[in-house]
């Protein structure tokens, strides 16, 4: 009888939830989902001096907002070592590992050996087979697995194959140093173990990692799980993922204003897909995601796309949801620091009464901000360049034949206003774009916005009139 599906999700935390990171959590998070199985998340947390308290709340937070809840507690690393520490001993007990007394110097002088003769630096196997009776006093030992010497170690691997390793590049690597700590390859295999993890999804550059991994499983007689070494991402230029290409924090995309579930939709496309389909819910991707389907190959990361699917998102996206969002972004990006913030009751309200009209000409959060700032400006108001210049002597002029018309009408609706300011624009024989122009401009301070009658119910009468009377005075 088959068990159950249980993936792990594994970060460092020793900084951020990066983007190749979000995606491997997700694959392991869909995968677990298509098979009705588990997802469990376990920090990596043995590197004492780097890991910190801060990382590991940036990267809980990351995965919250990205809507990819793991099954059970986290589980921390660092509390198992006393378990990574037994196996270790056992490894030694059942002559599958030893303990090594090389000092430091030793150590020094095969890697100088190993450049001098063109080799690949090894540990050179000289406590291998020695009595430990012989070893040298005040030298704690570190214990070393006994790697195979000929042959090779194959791993069987879901995405790349049957993957060779020659086992004489290998060598007898530790496994457990000489202050007890395990090292990386101990503690992911013991945990893996006890864990009950059936399928270990993770980037590709673990693949080494995986054969010396094996070699542990081998020696415990472990099961080994299922592997799946995922491609990496590269920048739209097929260079290695940088800065500049968008190796960002999960935390910089949210201030960027890229909704979860758009993020979501784009990280599953870069290296897996379902046939042209680009936009898929989260239902239709628990239903088709497969990991015989990952790609080979590796994916590029290309925010025009990341774009152009999150201002599907926006525009298909419940107004109160795009709200809370927004709002949340608020004081990170840079119009927060002009408005006091949070916003007052009054400002969530226009804003909320703002976004169906914003929201089919913004690509994120921030552009959906940036349009509605004209709501948070306290009067009397800052002016572009090109504002300036539509509110000169004419432009005044306009402003002035036009508020008592404004006044005159009762119930401010879009409707009322339109009427209004299109029979002005008839009886002066103008085109509704001069009229529209400098009132834009006396209530928004650009010359760029919402269309105008947008703009006066979003506002409201009393501050709409408010703000055309201040550039009369």
């Known amino acids: 009888m088959s068990r159950s599906v249980v993936t792990r999700f594994s970060p460092s935390p020793t ?31 043995t590197d004492r001096e780097r890991s910190t308290e801060e990382s590991v709340h940036t990267i809980l937070d990351g995965l919250v907002w990205l809507g990819l809840e793991w099954d059970g507690h986290a589980i921390s690393q660092r509390n198992r070592m006393k378990r990574h520490r037994e196996i270790a001993e056992e490894l030694v007990t059942l002559g599958k590992a030893y303990y090594c007394y090389a000092s430091s110097k030793e150590l020094a002088e095969m890697r100088e050996k190993a450049r001098y003769e063109g080799r690949p630096p090894r540990y050179d196997g000289r406590w291998r087979d020695r009595s430990p009776v012989e070893a040298p006093t005040g030298i704690p030992p570190v214990i070393r697995i006994k790697s195979p010497r000929n042959g090779e170690s194959v791993v069987y691997d879901k995405v790349q194959g049957e993957v060779r390793f020659p086992n004489k590049d290998l060598d007898d690597f530790i496994i457990l140093r000489s202050d007890n700590t395990p090292t990386y390859m101990l503690a992911v295999v013991v945990d893996d173990h006890d864990m009950e993890i059936t399928h270990i999804i993770r980037g590709d550059d673990h693949l080494t990692n995986a054969a010396r991994q094996t070699i542990i499983y081998n020696a415990m007689g472990w099961d080994i799980p299922i592997m799946v070494h995922i491609p990496l991402i590269h920048g739209p230029d097929g260079a290695k993922l940088s800065k500049r290409h968008g190796a960002l924090s999960i935390q910089a995309y949210r201030d960027m204003g890229y909704l979860p579930i758009a993020l979501r939709n784009y990280l599953v496309r870069l290296g897996w897909s379902h046939g042209d389909d680009e936009i898929i819910s989260m239902q239709k991707m628990i239903e088709w995601f497969d990991i015989v389907d990952i790609n080979k190959g590796a994916a590029r990361f290309d925010f025009k796309k990341l774009e152009a699917i999150n201002s599907q998102y926006i ?38 009464d703002a976004i169906p009209a914003l929201k089919k000409r913004v690509k994120t959060l921030v552009e959906l901000l940036e349009g509605a700032d004209f709501i948070f400006a306290n009067r009397p108001l800052s002016f572009d360049e090109k504002a300036i210049a539509i509110l000169d002597e004419k432009g005044c002029q306009i402003l002035g034949e036009v508020l008592p018309m404004l006044k005159a009408c009762p119930n401010w609706t879009e409707t009322e206003l ?22 834009r401009a006396a209530l928004t301070g650009r010359s760029t916005s919402l269309g105008i009658f947008d703009i006066l119910t979003v506002l409201g009468r009393e501050e709409s009139l408010a703000r055309i009377h201040d550039q009369l005075t």
């Open 315 to 352: 525009r298909a996206s419940d107004d109160e949801i795009l709200l809370e969002n927004a709002i949340a972004i608020l004081p990170e990006i840079e119009i927060g620091k002009k408005i006091a913030t949070p916003l007052n009751e009054k400002h969530c309200r226009q804003f909320r």
């Open 418 to 439: 339109n009427d209004a300011i299109r029979a002005y624009s008839k009886a002066k024989k103008s085109k509704l774009g001069q009229i529209a122009q400098p009132l």
């Open 15 to 45: 900084g951020f939830l990066h983007i190749g990171g979000a995606r491997t959590a997700l694959f392991n998070w869909l995968y677990a989902k298509h098979t009705g199985g588990k997802m469990l998340l376990r920090i990596e947390d």
